[in-house]
Nanobody, 124 residues
Framework: QVQLVESGGGSVHAGGSLRLSCSASGYGSSRTCVGWFRQAPGKEREGIASVITGDGTTYLADSVKGRFTISRDNVKKTVTLQMNSLKPEDTAMYYC?????????????????WGQGTQVTVSS
């Protein structure tokens, strides 16, 4: 079975950086899509980044493009979301999840196994 653990959240001031990690196990397809999502208070869950584990193809939502970077390490079986130039609007609970393959759009409904997430809070 697939197991996911998110870590790296915290509280920072605007302009700061955080690195989130998603440790995954129990999958074996090069097509596997690992996505990062966030849900802010009063808002719907939003897909912000994804990576195909096999070839490293990445996707970033417009809201984070130029500030966030997603990457994968298939030896350590981790996916990293490097978040720079953080803004108060980035405050949310952040989740990673896995789908069998990446679709044309990154929608939470395509991902079924949700963990507890890691909280990111950006002040100022």
């Amino acid at each position: 079975q697939v197991q996911l653990v998110e870590s790296g959240g915290g509280s920072v001031h605007a302009g700061g950086s955080l690195r989130l990690s998603c440790s995954a196990s129990g999958y074996g397809s090069s097509r596997t899509c690992v996505g990062w999502f966030r849900q802010a208070p009063g808002k719907e869950r939003e897909g912000i980044a994804s990576v195909i584990t096999g070839d490293g193809t990445t996707y970033l939502a417009d809201s984070v493009k130029g500030r966030f970077t997603i990457s994968r390490d298939n030896v350590k079986k981790t996916v990293t979301l490097q978040m720079n130039s953080l803004k108060p609007e980035d405050t949310a609970m952040y989740y990673c999840n896995i789908a069998a393959y990446c679709r044309d759009v990154l929608r939470p409904e395509y991902f079924s196994l949700w963990g507890q997430g890691t909280q990111v809070t950006v002040s100022s």
